[in-house]
């Protein structure tokens, strides 16, 4: 072959490569354009009733109303948010099926197990709706009435406390496991399918104590049914003024839950964009906003690069935490 021909030869194939990538970005473009054109499944790898499904479902209601398709919510736990990942990743990637979940999903589950997939390389971020600070919850006949008096009973009684937590790597494990780390105390973790087995058992007894969110602890305080003894926010919350933040007793002591949209990578970037948008746009309303820190939630509404700076800077902690609970996975 001729340099001519081999260089003619060269350009034809140039031409198709970047024929091919137009037409490819003409059709994502088109998709994109006409997206939603029917309803949207979004996955919460989390049991009903706790405080990432009720938050995705306010959120899913407002965007089916803004885009006119359906937002539907399906919950499928289990693997400690690995079930509920998978499906989404082996879903098309055509953003008519979304994951939303919680930090732990992204940098707790993947050094705890090996996965079939990398949540981080595999999923892009969307946006985080919200964050929260985690609550201490412990049954109303429990002997200590005070954070202070709770150290005193723990330290007094190692390993014989229970705590609830909905599978390990969630924020209701870590939350009291951060507790442990800075405090010295000797708690079991005792995972549970969801919140509400969670709630029936510490209110009968069976455990002792749980990390919970406003949204699930704050109607069973109401009822008389719990009591509140600390906060893991670095502050203490609005609707909790008199509790304070383990923080103020262990400085540095925190630990802040958030849940957000997320969307396999390989998705429109069209999709994504316009998601964001609108997410964001719904978490500044007046009444997302009022009805969020009714949860307990302070709204975010961030975009995609926001959630990849937090994985980015949240990774360490994470990873701290699970080698202090012994569930860091080796390699």
């Known amino acids: 072959m001729t340099f001519r021909a081999l260089m003619t030869g060269r350009r034809t194939a140039t031409a198709v490569l970047v024929a091919g990538g137009v037409l490819a970005a003409r059709r994502g473009r088109a998709q994109a354009a006409d997206w939603p054109s029917r309803p949207v499944r979004v996955v919460v790898p989390y049991g009903a009733g706790g405080a990432t499904d009720t938050m995705c479902r306010l959120f899913g209601a407002r965007l089916a109303a803004i885009l006119g398709q359906p937002f539907l919510v399906e919950n499928r736990p289990g693997g400690n948010s690995s079930i509920g990942a998978e499906q989404v990743l082996r879903a098309p990637h055509d953003g008519y099926t979304l994951l939303f979940a919680a930090g732990g999903a992204f940098l707790a589950t993947p050094r705890m197990q090996a996965l079939s997939y990398d949540p981080v390389r595999d999923f892009a971020g969307i946006s985080i709706v919200g964050s929260n600070g985690m609550i201490l919850a412990v049954n109303r006949d429990f002997p200590a009435g005070t954070f202070a008096e709770f150290l005193a009973f723990a330290r007094a009684n190692p390993g014989k406390l229970n705590c609830g937590t909905s599978s390990f790597g969630t924020s209701s494990h870590l939350a009291p496991v ?26 009968g007894g069976r455990i002792q ?12 305080v109401q009822a008389g049914t719990l009591k509140v003894l600390a906060v893991s926010s670095p502050a203490r919350m609005k609707q909790l003024p008199d ?3 383990v923080a103020e007793t262990f400085p540095g002591a925190t630990y802040l839950a958030w849940n957000g949209f997320f969307a396999p990578r390989a998705t429109p970037a069209p999709v994504i964009a316009l998601l964001a ?24 509404g961030g975009t995609p690069a926001d959630v990849e700076a937090t994985l980015a800077r949240e990774g360490p902690e994470y990873e701290r935490l699970l080698k202090a609970s012994n569930l860091l996975r080796a390699g």
């Open 178 to 203: 951060m507790l442990t780390v800075h405090a010295g105390l000797d708690i079991t973790m005792v995972p549970y399918p969801g919140v509400p087995q969670i709630l029936a058992d510490l209110i």
């Open 209 to 220: 104590l749980h990390f919970g969110s406003a949204a699930d602890i704050l109607p069973q």
């Open 243 to 245: 509790i304070p933040a």
């Open 277 to 300: 948008r609108q997410v964001g746009a719904i978490a500044r309303e007046p009444e997302i906003v009022r009805r969020l820190a009714e949860l307990g939630i302070d709204a975010d």
